[in-house]
């Protein structure tokens, strides 16, 4: 006997979002309630007390300067993440034209994000040495002035590590766009063409309104990804003062100082924090709309 | 004893003779259960990357068939302690810095059924309530490491005995085009040493440190740990650190200070074999005591280094142990990192340290950390033990409120831990 | 005339500026490769931006055999294999329904999904990791292939954009025919779904590639250690020595280009998604 597609609908939603459900549960939701629940306490990160301290470590963290105030060495990594937007989506309408050696360029443009991103961190890190590869380049390009101890300069360090997080991840925003622009209908793109608008009103009146949800996405994930910068840092100056974001003090605060409840409640803030930026982002670009 | 014949002798006369005078019946009855895999926690990922690691497991094993000996190399804090929580961390541990006496029962075995009780330095460090958790692998004391012949070449006579005669030779090095003194940044626990070993030489108490927890605003010009934060900051201000000084780590430095580049580094004895393997003679490494003041006396403390200790969990515990015990006793490990063994009746083999003794006005043990210290340190988030406090005094626009602003974290942190 | 003038205007700018980009792209990498090739002397005699006098591959012995780069491959591969067979599986059931069903908690799933992108994930590693232990998957290769195994939104909104440009008269024939839902997923809609698949796989495969603290955490003995932990502790002692460090560096960049280069038109095939539309 058959089952009715009614029934069958039933079964397959349970039946295929249940393990997909469970994994989402037992990794991400369950961890994050305890995280909250550690939030409230002073636990130390090995004792068997988890002595509650209420509402302690949220106030700790907005009066005290030295906590949140490494969030400023994140701002680099959040204007890095809009230029690399921008980029990539420059790029994207570029090669969505039609162009000699397309596919060549698109292939070179995507290889960075291909790459392991430990082993990018390395090259970087040589690249940047004093006197190194980028200050000769400078120097053999007669922009000598340029030449700085990149690592060294406490004002510039932060862009440093963030241009390696541009240059690392742009091809996926890029790649992400193109798909985006191809799905545009050609007929639109004639019919701009047949009024004669001109490229930079073609591009704004007729693609841009078909690439908003897509802008979104890319700037969610860029934009949260900026906040939690925490790989390029921990790899390439090991997290020290001038470059250690909010996601680095965090770690330090659980494991230098042993304070596993306040780095709890600094992982949560940071977590509201993203999700605010994120809405009013959302306002701003999305007018309003929902992304999915 | 009869058992233990047939192993040593695989082992030469000289352990048989340290390890005769120790060994008890207990364990001799110890060496039934020693069989199946370890896991091994170590730091020394050169020794992993030279083989050394390697060998140690198949001297082990060979001593004791039937025995496996695998090795997790150490990362950060982090990763070990999340193992910690979770209760599967390896079989034989060095103990983290972060974890307190009272918790040291709730992680480790202890170990006074060695036989090593009252034979060992160090051994109060890691125990709580009379029973002992954690040996150190071997003994550091802390000073100036330097190449002898770049101290020649930049025309420098004799060591230096006082700080200003330090400074002036740092200057010589300058000049010389040697980089003075490196300072390893990037990595942070090299620094660890101006805040947290200087400030007991220039105090000549190797208590200070403790004494700190009794006071509101302990960092200051006029106090040993501001005084040490201030050498530091002049040695960079003066440029006789790296000119990249931001940029630099100590796998790195060791090979410049072996090649004469760099002249000096303050570290432990430890360093010494290391800088020697990356390619200069051992007659060419020298080490003195820290100049810490004007006094021309300069003492030396002698601390622990990491400590072993067995997981109260693992599955072989008695394997653990005899692991414990032999490094200790028979691996040659101190010897080979460069330090001054555990075990009193052994003495250290490394020549740089008899010289130094001589340099030395007084030689005295260290002292332990007290919990109320640690607490305090974490609460005003100054990371003293491990540099952190350092890296970021040396990049602070204005020493004096830089001080301003640790001594009100220390005061309101003491306050908290009820100082 | 002013027309044609700016199109040479706009077609210099759009080739110069591509030129620019290569260049920035490539310079690192080209970099990279030529300071592996440089013996110690070369190394320390030469310039950086030179070419090294004779090429010296033996960096690349060194880093192969003092990085354990072999078994850290062996690992690597096993792990990425599983995962993202699994995960490919998952998510286009997750894409299926969400997209093909109504419901009614489906926005919470989808919610769900996109909060979850926002835990920064390192916080969380104390209780993670408690599930990992608790499961008696610590150390093994299937910790970490059960942690890559969940989808995540991205995936989702890739194959959410691709159904729907599936014709639901498809899978209204099939009806027609009698099929189950079930037997439309496998037969119509995976089969479909296959560019986009190419695609989530590359995607996925780097993101593993490139992980370096769940190998560390859950995988700490050095015997499985994978492509990235391996580069770690690679550059520990080794750290003085650039040409090494680049060559272990280059190495394991490898075998993702060529699987790029290999696979390069089924990514962009499955992106641009011209496979499935009419």
């Known amino acids: 006997m058959k089952m009715s597609y009614r029934m069958q609908k039933n079964l397959l939603i349970v039946g295929f979002l249940i393990v997909p459900l469970a994994l989402l549960v037992t990794f991400s939701f369950y961890p994050a309630i305890k995280l909250i629940y550690y939030s409230f306490t002073s636990w130390d990160g090995l004792s068997q007390q988890y002595p509650w301290v209420g509402w302690t470590n949220y106030t700790t963290i907005f009066t005290d300067p030295q906590l949140f105030g490494s969030f400023l060495h994140n701002f680099s990594y959040f204007i890095g993440g809009l230029i690399q937007n921008v980029v990539a989506l420059y790029f994207a309408v570029l090669l969505s034209s039609k162009l000699k050696g397309r596919s060549f360029f698109r292939a070179t443009l995507f290889l960075p994000y291909m790459l392991n991103a430990v082993a990018v961190a390395f090259i970087f890190k040589f690249l940047y040495l004093d006197g190194g590869a980028l200050d000769t380049l400078l120097q053999s390009l007669g922009l000598g002035f340029l030449q700085h101890d990149w690592i060294g300069n406490d004002s510039i360090v932060n862009w440093a590590l963030a241009f390696v997080s541009l240059w690392e991840f742009f091809g996926f925003n890029m790649v992400i766009y193109l798909a985006a622009l191809q799905s545009i209908p050609e007929e639109l793109h004639e019919a701009a063409a047949l009024d004669g608008a001109g490229r930079f009103r073609t591009f704004w009146y007729i693609i841009m309104p078909n690439l908003r949800a897509i802008i979104q996405i890319n700037l969610l994930l860029t934009v949260s990804g900026a906040l939690e910068a925490f790989n390029i840092p921990f790899v390439m100056t090991n997290g020290s003062p001038p470059t250690a974001t909010f996601l680095i003090n965090t770690m330090n605060v659980a494991f230098t100082f042993n304070n596993y409840g306040l780095a709890s409640a600094m992982a949560i803030v940071l977590l509201v924090i993203v999700f605010l930026v994120i809405t009013v982002q959302q306002r701003l670009v999305g007018g309003g709309k929902d992304v999915v | ?419 | 005339m002013k027309r044609s003038g700016g199109r040479i205007f706009w077609g210099t700018l759009k080739y110069a500026s591509l030129l620019v980009g290569l260049f920035v792209v490539l310079f690192p990498i080209w970099i990279a490769v030529v300071t592996s090739l440089k013996s110690n002397q070369d190394l320390s005699n030469l310039g950086i931006l030179q070419l090294p006098r004779h090429l010296d591959f033996g960096n690349y012995i060194t880093a192969w055999n003092g990085g354990d780069l072999g078994s850290a491959f062996l690992n690597t591969a096993f792990i990425i294999v599983l995962s993202v067979v699994g995960n490919i599986t998952l998510g286009t059931m997750v894409a299926y329904v969400l997209s093909r069903f109504e419901f009614p908690l489906k926005k919470l799933v989808l919610g769900a999904y996109l909060v979850v992108l926002f835990i920064p994930t390192i916080t969380t590693q104390v209780a993670v990791f408690g599930v990992i232990k608790g499961l008696g998957l610590f150390d093994t290769p299937f910790a970490l292939v059960l942690l890559y195994l969940g989808t995540d939104v991205v995936q989702i909104y890739i194959y959410m954009q691709f159904i729907n440009r599936i014709p639901v008269s498809l899978d209204e024939s099939a009806m027609l025919d009698g099929a189950s839902y079930l037997r439309i997923y496998t037969s119509i809609i995976f089969p479909l779904l296959m560019p986009a698949s190419a695609t989530v796989a590359i995607l996925k495969t780097i993101s593993i590639y490139g992980d370096l603290y769940s190998p560390y955490l859950y995988m700490p003995s050095t015997s499985l250690g994978v492509v990235s932990t391996a580069l770690m502790r690679f550059e520990g002692p080794y750290s003085a020595q650039w040409n090494l460090i680049m060559a272990a560096s280059v190495i394991i960049a490898i075998p993702l280009v060529l699987l790029y280069l290999f696979l390069q038109r089924f990514i962009f095939a499955g992106i641009v998604s011209g496979a499935v539309r009419e």
């Not at chain 2, 070990?80 to 075995?109: C, H, R, W």
């Open chain 2, 1 to 419: 004893m009869k058992k233990w014949m047939g192993p040593l002798s695989a082992v030469g006369v000289s352990a048989a003779m340290l390890v005769g005078s120790l060994a008890s019946a207990q364990a001799a009855d110890m060496n039934k259960a020693v069989t199946g895999t370890i896991t091994v926690l170590t730091n020394r990922t050169d020794m992993q990357a030279n083989g050394m690691l390697n060998t140690y497991s198949k001297e082990f094993e060979k001593l004791y068939p039937g025995t496996t000996v695998k090795w997790q190399t150490f990362v950060d804090n982090n990763t070990v302690q999340a193992q910690m929580n979770g209760g599967v961390y390896p079989d034989v541990m060095l103990i983290l810095p972060s974890v307190t006496k009272e918790e040291l029962p709730q992680f480790f075995a202890p170990l006074d059924n060695l036989g090593l009780d009252g034979k060992v330095y160090f051994g109060n460090y890691q125990s709580y309530q009379g029973k002992t958790y954690g040996i150190a692998s071997f003994g550091d004391t802390n000073g100036i490491v330097y190449n002898v012949a770049a101290f020649k070449k930049a025309g420098i006579k004799g060591v230096p005995r006082t700080l200003n005669e330090f400074y002036a030779d740092c200057a010589m090095l300058k000049k010389a085009g040697i980089v003075p003194i490196a300072l390893n940044y990037t990595d942070k626990w090299p620094l660890g040493n101006w805040s947290n070993s200087l400030p007991d030489l220039i105090a000549k108490n190797a208590n200070y440190m403790n004494t700190m927890a009794n006071e509101n605003a302990p960092f200051s010009a006029k106090s040993p740990e501001g005084e040490s934060l201030l050498i530091a900051r002049t040695l960079v201000q003066k440029g006789f650190v790296e000119h990249d000084f931001k940029n630099t780590n100590w796998a790195n430095s060791k090979v410049q200070l072996a090649k004469g580049k760099f002249g000096m580094m303050f570290l432990g004895n430890w360093a010494i074999p290391q800088i020697v393997a990356d390619g200069t003679p051992s007659s060419n490494v020298g080490f003195f005591p820290f100049p810490a003041t004007n006094s021309g006396k300069n003492i030396a403390i002698i601390g622990p280094d990491w400590f072993f200790a067995v997981n109260k969990n693992s599955k072989h515990i008695a394997t653990a142990e005899a692991f414990v015990k032999w490094e200790l006793l028979d691996s040659g490990f101190a010897d080979y990192a460069g330090g001054i063994p555990t075990i009193k009746t052994q003495k250290s083999h490394v020549p740089q340290l008899a010289v130094f003794e001589k340099l030395a006005s007084a030689v005295i043990p260290g002292v332990p950390d007290s919990d109320t210290l640690t607490k305090i340190e974490n609460g005003a988030q100054l990371d003293i033990t491990g540099g952190g406090a350092v890296q970021s005094f040396l990049i602070a626009r204005n020493p004096a409120s830089a001080f301003a602003q640790m001594n009100q974290a220390w005061a309101s942190a003491r306050m908290m831990v009820g100082k």
